[in-house]
């Protein structure tokens, strides 16, 4: 299982200069290598070397660097037709599309580098890199993490590594490829209802509250409000840096549900089922007072720590369809819109059982799991005679 390490430069005041001034050198040139690509209808990687490698080589890139920037430039490109397959850039003829269609792709000065090998070795004793830079080879940079990510670097690194500037912070992510955990024959499946009044229930009873998160991007957001309207430098200063604490608050907050989540299904020997929530923001209609409390749910990212957390444990998961979870009934499977009175009360029109709303979901999804385990288990093996 690949996952990501990121960990902080400390570089001087020189070493930061010369990373600053190599990513703004390699994303120009990414820049060019898009312009040629696009005038030459984006050719494939081998011919778009023969068109820029020279060049690139001229500008005081090295070997091993041009070879990245024009990689990344096609791998951009490829990123942007499967979007356009997809649909996620509007239907064919919208104005996004044509805009999207109609010029070459561009790169921020800051964007990330990727970097092999050859360009960057870590000294993990010293916790030190030597990294490629278009003033030459810089060794001795400092960088900082935990010591769980220290260990997780030395034993498991593989591939490459990106070099990004964020605020004027340097981070390397590195990937590391896990050996996952194997997977158990659950005993059954506990299921979890994703919400944004109650961020995760799960149907053995364990319930995350969002009241305090929603309270605090509350106060973010008015935060914000204030600060966008006095226009100065160091209203935007404050901006860049409360946007960074607020997602790091986020960010936290779902890895304790999710490590919480993970946690009991390893210890009862049961697995995880999971809402497949994909394409809801596609799909919901809402008022516009409810639409910032919308899009700031975090949703994806529970998701994405719950299956790898449950990977590295060798916890069994599986994705349902969250159709119906909220309107049916657990207890005789009754369906109907009614039975969901408001957003915490569910009252069964059927058999008349009252519960919680989200418990009630959450009991609905864990039968979906089980359910879907077991077809994904059938035997296609014919009988024996």
């Known amino acids: 299982m690949k996952i990501v390490v990121q960990v902080k430069l400390m570089p001087e005041a020189d070493q930061a200069a010369a990373l600053a001034a190599t990513l703004h050198t390699v994303n120009e040139a990414a820049c060019w290598v898009s312009q040629v690509a696009f005038e030459h209808g984006v050719p494939r990687e081998y011919e778009l070397r023969k068109h820029t490698y020279a060049q690139l080589k001229a ?21 942007l037709a499967a979007n356009l397959r997809a649909g996620n850039l509007g239907r064919p003829g919208s104005k996004r599309r044509r805009k999207a269609e109609s010029k070459p792709i561009t790169f921020r000065p800051e964007a990330a580098q990727p970097y092999d090998d050859r360009c960057l070795s870590w000294q993990y004793d010293a916790q030190t890199v030597s990294v490629w830079t278009t003033a030459g080879r810089m060794r001795g940079v400092r960088f900082a993490c935990s010591p769980g990510a220290l260990e997780t670097l030395r034993e498991h690194r593989r591939g490459e590594c990106d070099l990004i500037s964020r605020d004027g912070v340097f981070y390397l992510v590195a990937t590391c490829d896990v050996p996952e955990q194997e997977a158990y024959a ?34 973010q957001l008015n935060l914000r409000r204030k600060l966008q309207k006095k226009r100065t430098k160091s209203a935007r200063r404050v901006l860049v840096r409360q946007r960074a604490r607020e997602a790091r608050h986020v960010r936290n907050t779902n890895h304790i549900i999710a490590k919480t989540i993970v946690t009991e299904a390893e210890r009862t020997g049961r ?14 209609r809402l008022r516009k007072p409810q639409r910032v409390t919308f899009h700031s749910w975090a949703f994806a990212q529970l998701g994405d720590f719950i299956v790898y957390k449950a990977r590295r444990a060798g916890v069994p998961l599986v994705h349902v369809d969250p159709a119906y979870t909220s309107q049916q009934c657990c207890q005789c499977d009754y369906i109907d819109k009614n039975n969901r009175v408001d957003q915490a009360r569910f009252i069964c029109r059927g058999c008349g059982v009252v519960a919680h709303a989200d418990r009630n979901a959450s009991h609905n999804i864990a039968r979906k799991g089980e359910s879907v385990w077991n077809a994904g288990r059938e035997s296609r093996v014919p009988a024996t005679s």
Do not use: C, M, W
């Open 59 to 79: 500008r005081g890139l090295g070997a091993q660097s041009a070879q990245h920037v024009i990689k990344k430039t096609r791998d951009a490109y490829t990123t």
């Open 271 to 284: 697995g995880i089922a999971l809402e497949e929530l994909k394409g809801i923001r596609a799909r919901v």
């Open 186 to 219: 659950p005993d059954g499946f506990i299921g979890v209802d994703l919400g944004i009044v109650n961020i995760a229930t799960t149907s053995t009873g364990h319930q995350a509250a969002g009241r305090g998160l929603n309270r605090y991007r509350k106060r």
